[in-house]
């Protein structure tokens, strides 16, 4: 069992930036690849940024690329997403996800365990 607790979320202008936080607790975390998805209101949830178990790999978004960073530090048990030159259509709330099976890095579907999400709320 994995306990994941994302911050750092809020309200910012266009073109700022905000730096999210999934802390996790239980189980190793570092056996465990990692995922920012994100919700807006009438939408599905949808793939931001994904991370492997050491970290050496990362994979984004085309909407978020160039501009969100994803990074973990194990020794912390965290796991992070630097999130520049937002925009509006960014709104949403974010989760964090870990998974330690196979499937999709970008699919709901893979992930086992999910945060409580954070609001990110960008106006124009």
């Known amino acids: 069992q994995v306990q994941l607790v994302e911050s750092g979320g809020g309200l910012v202008q266009a073109g700022g930036s905000l730096r999210l936080s999934c802390a996790a607790s239980?189980?190793?975390?570092?056996?465990?690849?990692m995922a920012w998805f994100r919700q807006a209101p009438g939408k599905e949830r949808e793939f931001v940024a994904a991370?492997?178990?050491?970290?050496?790999?990362?994979y984004d978004a085309d909407s978020v690329k160039g501009r969100f960073t994803i990074s973990r530090d194990n020794a912390k048990n965290t796991m992070y997403l630097q999130m520049n030159s937002l925009k509006p259509e960014d709104t949403a709330v974010y989760y964090c996800?870990?998974?330690?099976?196979?499937?999709?890095?970008?699919?709901?579907?893979?992930?086992?365990?999910w945060g409580q999400g954070t609001q990110v709320t960008v106006t124009s």
């Open positions: 991370i492997s178990w050491r970290g050496d790999s990362t």
């Open positions: 239980g189980r190793t975390f570092s056996r465990y690849a």
């Open positions: 996800a870990a998974r330690n099976g196979g499937g999709y890095y970008y699919s709901v579907e893979s992930y086992d365990y």
